[in-house]
């Protein structure tokens, strides 16, 4: 079935409803290496919590999918690009992304804090302060969110 992940967007950046409308997009501008590294573990198929941060509250708003493998960020070699970094190359790229595709809207956000107090969820990473941007989900505690939140995974 895949691995599961949460990724986090600002909804003033791009929010659930902007996927909805594009279909799929790129999840380009990671700029912390671990989160990078999590993004080249990715498959096709795996499922995603979308997760709109920096939001009051900040929380699961939807459902998406995986839908390329890792590729450069190509942004990062755009002189003058909000994601540009010296650093990186065609060559010796430094930073990739992956592609998503929507998958639902769900019916009620989580919030951080429900996402705290549920049983289950104790060891999601996003609960433990984590500013981690793309962050892995296990099946369970992605099973526990989509039913928090009234959909169907």
Not at 70 to 91: C, M, Q
Not at 98 to 117: C, F, S
Not at 118 to 143: A, C
Request: one cysteine or more.
């Amino acid at each position: 079935m895949g691995r599961c992940w949460l990724m986090k967007s600002e909804p003033d950046v791009y929010s659930i409803a902007d996927l909805e409308r594009d279909g799929s997009t790129c999840w380009e501008g990671v700029r912390n290496y671990q989160a990078r590294n999590l993004m080249r573990e990715m498959e096709i198929g795996d499922r995603v919590l979308f997760y709109h941060s920096n939001a009051k509250p900040p929380g699961v708003v939807g459902l998406a999918r995986v839908c390329r493998l890792a590729y450069p960020d190509h942004f990062s070699w755009e002189e003058g690009h909000k994601y540009f970094d010296p650093k990186s190359t065609p060559d010796s790229p430094r930073w990739w992304m992956v592609d998503v595709e929507y998958v639902d809207t769900l019916p009620r956000m989580v919030a951080l804090n429900e996402l705290k107090e549920e049983p289950g969820l104790e060891n999601m990473v996003v609960t433990r302060r984590s500013r981690l941007s793309v962050q892995p989900v296990t099946d369970d505690e992605y099973e526990i969110v989509v039913r928090m939140g009234g959909g169907r995974s």
